[in-house]
């Protein structure tokens, strides 16, 4: 009989990216597998073509909860991995006792996820500290919960890895920069259109060509900046495979609505990223890209520090990118961005 597999990812699109090398490590050795995926992070689904891919809500639902028990209840699957720390998946290990677990699990500073009691019964994890610098990224401890028996896949032989159309690939110039327009890390540092215009003028004045998408998730707000720059700068149509230049800013282009997929390939394609530290910065690790990350958050004491760099060795650690710590201040935003792009 051919041992089923179980992978809980039901979370953010940078997050996928994270589990990827242990994910394709499982597809590479497993052919009964399921993945259940997330609204978030779906869009991403065409890498694991190899695997039964399910989509529930990244906040599980009742009827999630169900369905998730029943599944596991009727397939009596040999191995099961939890890659979302929801609280109901931690229940799981003490219900089916027969099923191998494996997770990934906290130590917060306001207690454990799941408690000690709990990880009795799951069969292997790795612990993720809020209280301390971690010695390993999320990514390596994740890869750590391979068996002794599979091979890391390092090279991502499992995923089903796609190839750029020719008709995308001859509408993007030969070099150029991909930056990712986030409006609520504008609106943290208390920026607008003015200063979105003076940061991408800056950029301008050393790369020949931009490229910026904005938030994937649509919602009034974004639509409000998307109509700006559709008005104010050239575009790339990805669904229809068409350009159109602005004279106001002809060599800089807005990708309009991209998705998923075609972000994949635009952030290979390019010579840096750079955006807030998140989906960009897990995929251009992915590609081995340059990306440079960007942070705001403010420190106002010696815990804030400590803080941050415990957050930067769970998420960033070993990916060796650099990055900006950010001001309201744009002048010496751009600055800093410039002197390291």
Known sequence: MTKKVLILKNDRAGDLFTSLPLISS????????????????SGFSFLLNKANIKKINFDLSISNKVFIFFDILINKYEKIYIL?????YFILPFIFRQTKFYAVVYDGTKGYRPSKYLRKFIFKYKIISRKEINQKSYRELQCDLIDDN???DIEYNGL???????????????????FQFRYLFFKKLGWGIEEFNYLMSEINKKYKFILFCSDIENNKITKKYNNYFLSNFST??????????NDKNPNIFYLENIDSKNLFFVLKESSMNVA??????????FHKKKNHNLFNFSINSKQDIIHEKISYSEW????????SLLSSDINKAAKKILKNI
């Open 26 to 41: 499982i597809l590479s050795t497993h052919k009964d597998i399921k993945i259940y995926l997330s609204e978030l992070n």
């Open 276 to 285: 807030k530290e998140g989906l960009f910065s897990h995929i251009s690790y």
């Open 150 to 152: 599979i091979q890391l």
């Open 160 to 178: 089903s890895v796609p190839h750029i159309s020719n008709k995308l690939k001859n509408l993007l110039p030969d070099q150029f920069i991909l």
């Open 236 to 245: 790339i149509n990805v669904y229809n495979y068409s350009k159109k230049k």
């Open 84 to 88: 979302s720390p929801k609280s109901f």
């Open 316 to 323: 960033c650690k070993g990916m060796k990118f650099s990055f």
